[in-house]
């Protein structure tokens, strides 16, 4: 008989002990898709690497019994292995990290948006600082007191002053 068809009778055998209602039952419970497992059953595909591995996380089901019938079909069920509690301590572990991790995260987002608000306070003080001195150009415009030239310089001394007590820094002009 080819390797193939003893496989296919193997797989058969492993579905008929698990007594799931049917192929597509079985296919899911593996993660397999139905399609692609029946091409498997009908020989139009071989078994993967994938559903083998399936097969034996699933329901112990030993790869080498599998694929050359040697060694007692059912090995150690998945949850009796000391490797899986091992990956729990880890996942556990890293969910503690995580939770660190996005402890520290709400941290910096609310040191951000802290410094958000005081540079939107400073930034106001500026814009406030720019319309004055707007208003006090076209106010000295139209009644001659001091020229242009003069107020517009003087507003931007102004805003100097207050981008370097805000920012600490100013234009360098």
């Known amino acids: ?9 193997r797989l058969k055998e492993v579905m008929a002990d698990q007594r799931l209602k049917s192929q597509r039952a079985f296919a899911l419970a593996i ?9 498997i059953i009908k020989g139009k595909k071989d078994l993967t690497e994938g559903v083998a591995s399936n097969l034996e996380a699933k329901f112990g ?7 050359h ?14 490797k899986e509690d091992y990956q729990i301590k880890y ?13 520290i995260v709400k941290t910096n987002l609310t040191l951000v948006l802290a410094t958000v608000q005081t540079l939107s306070v400073r930034q106001r ?13 076209e106010s000295a415009s ?3 007191k001091k020229s242009s030239g003069a107020l517009v310089a003087d507003a931007g001394r102004r805003i100097d002053q207050i981008e370097r007590e805000a920012f ?5 002009a």
């Open 1 to 9: 008989m080819p390797v193939k068809e003893v496989i296919i009778n």
């Open 31 to 39: 993660s397999a898709d139905p399609s692609f497992f029946d091409k």
């Open 61 to 67: 089901v030993s790869q080498e019994w599998l694929y």
């Open 69 to 82: 019938g040697r060694g007692p079909k059912y090995g150690p069920k998945p949850n009796d292995s000391p």
């Open 91 to 103: 996942i556990k572990q890293l969910e503690k990290e995580n939770e660190y991790l996005q402890g």
């Open 125 to 137: 003080a500026v814009g406030e600082t720019i319309l004055d001195s707007l208003e006090r150009i």
């Open 142 to 144: 139209q009644s001659k």
């Open 168 to 172: 600490g820094h100013g234009s360098e």
